[in-house]
């Protein structure tokens, strides 16, 4: 299926390298909280229009409270995606060095 | 009245659709190539499709309907929408890329060997992508069979049904992405000159603007459409917007169409790419659906948009009595009034014919057919690689056969889905098919989601978790929905119209107990070649 010269049993190795879990470590120290946040971030706006509607209905200078916090939303989307990219050319760095190396090793 | 000019700007796009399905043609004589485009297009390119692929008809015409009428909790979907795509690329895009070759599926049985597992994770996609190709369909009849009289609704569902076909057997993944970017163009202008449009209209006042939205005529007196409750309300409500969101959000990152997008880029990288272009990209759409909807509120009136009353009324009428529900809509149509959920369509048409005349109110039906048009081309090429690749190769000859046979196979199902489409669609025309979006998001995110994240995470996860998961995931899904006030009507068993809250918890419950019911030494074994394949992309299809 693979069309890479990794060998079978090169996986396992490669899992428990320092390098690969220092991916894999640094990926799951990002990702996890980040969906965390999003997550219940996001719910809390349903959550508290269900809670409290007439606080959410107040006027807030010319919007409502709810349609603030909906903006908000987008805010949070767009801050959290520009955070991930930037996080994310550290983790194409190091998978780059992973890949480099373990197809070399397999050529020498 | 304006048949003639959007009849004519649809063609146009039809025709350049056309001559883009021969040029790609030559790409599609190797299953790479009709599946894939061979992984060739490029991230941002492939962001535009996404957004194309995504936005669809009930995106365009009714989340600016909803907000037209309902304001603020229409805006809920949009919100939701746009915030689904975190879950897409923190969590499902570069794993997906790198492990897969051409289907969802491929991920799920990557160490989840065995053809039972892909031949249900390809019926859970078949099912999702029928389901939603229905609806759009339907929509689409319903549409162009009000928006030009003349055009009867079956004819407009059978040439979106051909066209699709056509796309999708000829063209193959590279056609279906282009007519997805030339139609993520076209609407994104429509909402940009809309959005400047209704500013005009208040100076460029956004303070007047909202003021003018948050005090609405309605009857003797003024609603405000900023403020929440006017569609979910009291504790049903409540539990509604929550268990919507839930499923909104999740169910994004499982959507198959949407998933296969990432088998046409070359790397991860790439496919990281396309999904924050997306989110830049829709995004700026949702944030315009509010001033298109509270514009056409404001400035065509809510009472001609539609009449809550006469609406609410007609749905519950309607759920009891489907058959009738085609001369109903007819009726409240001939009276000026407009059935939410079912057509809560035609606010930005009305919008633009008030802003800009019969010419821009036809671009906008035009935009808005040729939206449905490439939403449903992907879906149709998902469905043609779920089948042929899943069902027939993996399936049915346990992975024999040749390159001519299967790629035969995939434009065949291409041809045989869109039949069944066209059929279905308008045989079930006079029904509220409204309820199959909220079913496809449901399954999306009840039955693939969490087998998916267990696949790239869970080391315990097995063949039984998996199978055990979609099961449950789609069988509750369907048995909620069917059972909801959306099909019921008033003497509903589940109360709620959208499942998510119950049916996503049963699938990852069912995944769960699978997994340590049925453990699977071959998956435990595989999965640190598969954690190895989804972070750095060794082995990764090329």
């Not at chain 2, 027939?392 to 489409?421: C, K, Q, Y």
């Amino acid at each position: 299926m693979s069309h890479h010269p990794v060998e079978p049993q090169m996986w396992e190795t490669l899992a428990d390298e320092p390098e690969f879990r220092a991916l894999t470590t640094a990926r799951r120290r990002f990702v996890i909280p980040a969906t965390i946040f999003f997550i219940l971030y996001y719910l809390t706006l349903p959550v508290s229009i269900a809670v409290a509607p007439q606080v959410m209905s107040r006027q807030a200078g010319p919007l409502s409270i709810a349609y603030w916090f909906a903006l908000s939303q987008f805010v949070m989307t767009w801050v959290l995606m520009i955070a991930y990219i930037i996080r994310a050319r550290g983790f194409d760095l190091q998978a780059a060095r992973l890949r480099h190396r373990e197809m070399h090793e397999v050529k020498g | 009245m304006n048949a003639p000019p959007s009849i004519v700007m649809f063609a146009v796009f039809v025709a350049i659709t056309l001559i883009v399905t021969v040029w790609a043609s030559g790409t599609t004589t190797t299953r790479k190539g009709f599946y894939t485009a061979h992984r060739r297009i490029g991230g941002v390119q492939n962001g535009w499709a996404i957004t194309g692929d995504y936005l669809s008809a009930a995106s365009f015409l009714g989340i600016t309907g909803l907000i037209a009428f309902y304001g603020f909790d229409g805006f809920m979907y949009s919100v939701g929408w746009l915030v689904a795509y975190l879950a897409v690329l923190l969590l499902v895009a570069e794993p997906l890329r790198n492990t897969g070759k051409y289907t969802m599926a491929d991920l799920i049985s990557f160490r989840l060997r065995g053809r039972t597992v892909r031949a249900v994770a390809g019926l859970s996609t078949l099912s999702i992508t029928l389901f939603y190709m229905i609806a759009q369909m339907v929509g689409s009849g319903l549409i162009v069979s009000w928006l030009i009289p003349q055009v009867p609704d079956y004819l407009a569902i059978g040439v979106v049904g051909t066209l699709m076909v056509i796309y999708v057997s000829f063209g193959g993944m590279l056609a279906t992405t282009w007519v997805q970017i030339i139609k993520a163009g076209l609407l994104l202008v429509t909402a940009f000159v809309l959005t400047v449009l209704v500013l005009s209209r208040f100076g460029f006042s956004l303070d007047r603007f909202l003021h003018a939205a948050s005090a609405v005529p309605t009857g003797n007196t003024v609603t405000n459409l900023l403020a929440p409750g006017l569609l979910f309300h009291g504790a049903r409500g409540s539990w509604d917007i929550v268990s919507l969101g839930l499923a909104l959000v999740l169910g994004t990152a499982g959507l198959p169409h949407l998933l296969m997008r990432f088998f046409t880029v070359p790397t991860a990288k790439a496919a990281r790419t396309s999904v924050a272009w997306a989110m830049v990209l829709v995004g700026v759409f949702y944030l315009a659906t509010s001033f298109i909807g509270l514009g056409a509120a404001t400035l065509v009136g809510r009472e001609h948009i539609g009449q809550r009353y006469y609406a609410g009324q007609a749905i519950g009428y309607i759920a009891r009595h489907p058959q009738e529900a085609h001369a109903l809509n007819q009726q409240l149509a001939h009276n000026g009034f407009i059935v939410p959920l079912l057509n809560n369509n035609l606010a930005a048409p009305l919008l633009a014919g008030t802003l800009g005349g019969p010419l821009l109110s036809a671009f906008v039906a035009a935009v808005a057919f040729a939206a449905i048009l490439a939403v449903v081309a992907g879906l149709a090429i998902t469905a043609s690689s779920a089948f042929a690749h899943d069902i027939w190769f993996n399936f049915v000859r346990d992975g024999e056969g040749n390159e001519t046979e299967h790629l035969f196979v995939a434009r065949a199902t291409a041809v045989v889905v869109g039949i069944l489409a066209i059929a279905l669609s308008i045989a079930l025309r006079s029904y509220n098919v409204a309820f199959l979006v909220g079913l496809a998001f449901a399954v999306a995110a009840s039955a693939n989601v969490p087998v998916i994240l267990f696949s790239l995470s869970w080391r315990r996860f097995s063949r039984g978790g998996a199978i055990a998961g979609m099961l449950s995931g789609l069988g509750i899904s369907l048995a909620a929905i069917l059972t909801s006030p959306i099909v019921m009507g008033a003497h509903a068993l589940f109360p709620l119209d959208n499942p998510g809250i119950v049916s996503i918890p049963a699938g990852f419950l069912g995944a769960i107990a699978g997994s340590l019911i049925w453990p699977d030494a071959q998956a435990q074994a595989l999965f640190d070649r598969l954690r190895v394949r989804a972070a750095t992309g060794l082995g990764a299809e090329v």
